[in-house]
């Protein structure tokens, strides 16, 4: 079993940024992929960021290339995600997601999710 949490959420204004954390226990950390998926109200859950138990591999919605960033301590077992330029269409609750197979991260198909951090861009 793994459990997620989420920090660092909060309500900025457009063009600025924020660092999400997403801390992890209960297993061996360097053994799961990683992965970032938000909702905004009234639409379905999507795909932001993963990135493999290495750090090696990273992958990003077309939507936020270029201005998201994600990384992974391993020593700290955290996975972070650092948002730049931030657009009001960035407004959603953002989930971090485990599994032990890389592949099963992107399409939301994670073994493991937290309870998600509310992000809040006003125009």
């Known amino acids: 079993q793994v459990q997620l949490e989420e920090s660092g959420g909060g309500l900025v204004q457009a063009g600025g940024s924020l660092r999400l954390s997403c801390a992890a226990s209960g297993r061996t950390f360097s053994n799961y992929a990683m992965g970032w998926f938000r909702q905004a109200p009234g639409k379905d859950r999507e795909f932001v960021a993963a990135?493999?138990?290495?750090?090696?591999?990273?992958f990003y919605a077309d939507s936020v290339k270029g201005r998201f960033t994600i990384s992974r301590e391993n020593a700290q077992n955290t996975v972070y995600l650092q948002m730049n330029s931030l657009e009001p269409a960035d407004t959603a609750v953002y989930y971090c997601t485990a599994d032990s197979i890389f592949p099963q991260i992107r399409p939301g198909k994670g073994d493991y999710w937290g309870q998600g951090t509310q992000v809040t861009v006003s125009s």
């Open positions: 990135i493999s138990g290495s750090g090696g591999y990273r």
